[in-house]
């Protein structure tokens, strides 16, 4: 069953929320139980499961804080959408291998975001900045 674009904009605003409270439990709510999740570039590779995703949430959660972000455009297809969002927000760990020292930081972020038919995240390819994270933090 195709979903709306409504639909799928409150799921991914939704994994956003929990994502800006660093609620990991939350964050693997709204994934499906098989889910790929693929930030790349990360050293560990594309994840499978919950299980698997679930590292990644940690250690991000863990080097940044007080997140924010602006979507700056959203494409849909049917059962996905392509997501253009800023992040700001603060460095207080080692991101990406990065010492913070609980600096500023702002960074785009490219997600391509599958859905099931029941609405949940089953695929999340993500994309990141790096090379504007690595100017801020060198």
């Known amino acids: 069953m195709a979903l709306s674009r409504a639909e799928m904009d409150a799921k991914i605003d939704e994994h956003f929320g929990y994502e800006m409270r660093d609620d990991v439990e939350g964050v693997l709510g709204t994934l499906t139980g098989d889910v790929v999740h693929d930030v ?4 560990t590779g594309p994840a499978e499961g919950r299980a698997g995703a679930r590292p990644f949430y940690e250690a991000l959660f863990a080097d940044l804080s007080d997140g924010k ?41 490219l997600h391509v975001v599958e859905f099931s038919g029941d609405g949940a995240i089953a695929r999340e390819n993500v994309w990141v900045d790096l090379a504007s994270i690595q100017q801020q933090l060198a």
């Open 40 to 43: 790349v570039g990360w050293p």
């Open 69 to 109: 972000v602006e979507c700056l455009r959203r494409l849909h297809g049917e059962n996905f959408l392509v997501d253009e969002s800023l992040w700001r927000g603060r460095a207080v760990g080692r991101p990406f291998g990065l010492e913070g020292r609980g600096r500023p930081l702002a960074f785009r972020l």
